[in-house]
């Protein structure tokens, strides 16, 4: 019997890693965070674009294992805020806040522009390395609108706010397959699934990594 496919990835956000996972184990990849992420000095996330970011992430990991690694950086951008919170949405009301915390922020710098734009855009860039080596970068992107009443107990981040036309639901009210089929992080994923069956790279075991 062969080794299970292995791909790390570079983060410990449990919302992330059962939507990685979820998707990782019907390719039958095996989706591990990197051996004692919580233990290692962690990687500044101080790049100006999501893309950055996750490259610099996925190239720091990639040093301190073997295999296959990727990261990711994602976010929501709001017309009316100009892009914001953008990058810094995992910490818009501040360093160490809470998805309520965030939620709370953006719903108030909104009523400072009543009759702006609510339309908004998720976005998440995901980077694979090896051996601190940048081997593929994939973007995913969905479009919704921000509505002033959270719907939905599912999903996290701003996820109760961000409805979504085409199904008309907000995100946290759609299931976790239902979501990724369309979010940003499914989008970005699938393309980095599809490069791991078109490339000759071959995520064998935990230690092993075949490249061409």
């Not at 000095?41 to 990639?62: H, V, W």
């Not at 294992?65 to 818009?92: C, K, M, N, Y």
């Not at 979504?164 to 940003?184: D, M, Q």
Request: hydrophobic content about 35%; glycine content about 10%.
């Amino acid at each position: 019997m062969s080794s299970p496919r292995l791909l790390y990835l570079a983060s410990s956000n449990k919302g992330k890693l059962r939507e990685f996972r979820q998707a990782a184990s019907a390719c039958g990849i095996e989706l591990q965070v990197v051996p004692g992420f919580d233990r290692l000095p962690p990687c500044q996330e101080d790049q100006s674009t999501f893309q950055g970011n996750a490259r610099k992430k996925a190239s720091y990991y990639s040093s301190l294992t073997t295999g296959l690694v990727f990261a990711d950086d994602s976010g929501i951008s709001v017309e009316a805020l100009g892009g914001q919170p953008g990058i810094h949405s995992a910490r818009f009301a501040g360093p160490d806040a809470t998805d309520a915390q965030n939620d709370a922020k953006l719903l108030e710098e909104l009523a400072r522009c009543p009759g702006a734009s609510r339309s908004a855009q998720y976005v998440c860039c995901i980077a694979l390395a090896a051996q601190q080596q940048i081997l593929g970068v994939f973007e995913g992107t969905v479009c919704g609108v921000i509505v002033d009443t959270p719907k939905g107990s599912n999903g996290f981040g701003y996820d109760p706010y961000f409805f979504y036309p085409p199904l008309g639901k907000t995100f946290a009210e759609l299931t976790p397959e239902e979501k990724f089929a369309v979010s940003h992080r499914g989008n970005a994923f699938r393309k980095l699934l599809e490069f791991l069956t078109a490339s000759q790279l071959r995520p064998r075991s935990a230690g092993h990594l075949d490249l061409p």
